[in-house]
């Protein structure tokens, strides 16, 4: 039943956060759950692919990616901050390839409170 619970107010949350980036048109994507270290990939997946989905339909390229993870309060860390620069591109497989890259690059362990990935210096997609 718990597990039931959960579940139904992450689609929740995932759906208002959907509506509002929607509604705004925002390209900056916000996750702010405690993940455990078996749902981190799938959680930076889907923010990826939700994101890369934003640039091609506004047919633009980013050639910036800037991430910011906070840890969880239990952690007492400052948050984690990084940018990065790429190819153009609005491909979610490149785009995740670079960000899981350099989140293991960066990351160092322990309890996630949320993350931003953010597409910064965008162009336009040529035809």
Same mark, same amino acid.
């Given at each position: ?6 579940? %139904?107010?992450?689609? /929740? #949350?995932?759906t =208002?956060?959907?509506?509002? +980036?929607?509604?705004?048109? &925002?390209?900056?994507?916000? @996750? ?31 050639? %910036?990616?800037?991430? /910011? #993870?906070?840890? =969880?309060?239990?952690?007492? +860390?400052?948050?984690?901050? &990084?940018?990065?620069?790429? @190819? ?12 899981i890259?350099?989140?293991k ?23």
């Amino acid at each position: 039943m718990h597990d039931v619970e959960e579940i %139904e107010k992450e689609n /929740r #949350l995932q759906t =208002a956060i959907d509506v509002v +980036r929607e509604q705004f048109g &925002f390209l900056a994507i916000q @996750k702010g759950t405690v993940l455990t270290e078996g749902s981190r990939n799938i959680e930076l997946h889907g923010i990826v692919e939700t994101a890369t989905s934003k640039l091609r339909q506004r047919k633009l390229k980013t050639t %910036e990616i800037s991430i /910011r #993870l906070v840890h =969880a309060k239990s952690e007492n +860390r400052l948050p984690l901050e &990084f940018t990065f620069s790429i @190819k153009p591109t609005s491909s979610s497989v490149i785009i995740y390839t670079e960000v899981i890259n350099r989140f293991k690059e960066c990351y160092t362990g322990g309890g996630i409170q949320g993350f931003t990935i953010q597409f910064d210096k965008n162009t336009l997609a040529s035809a």
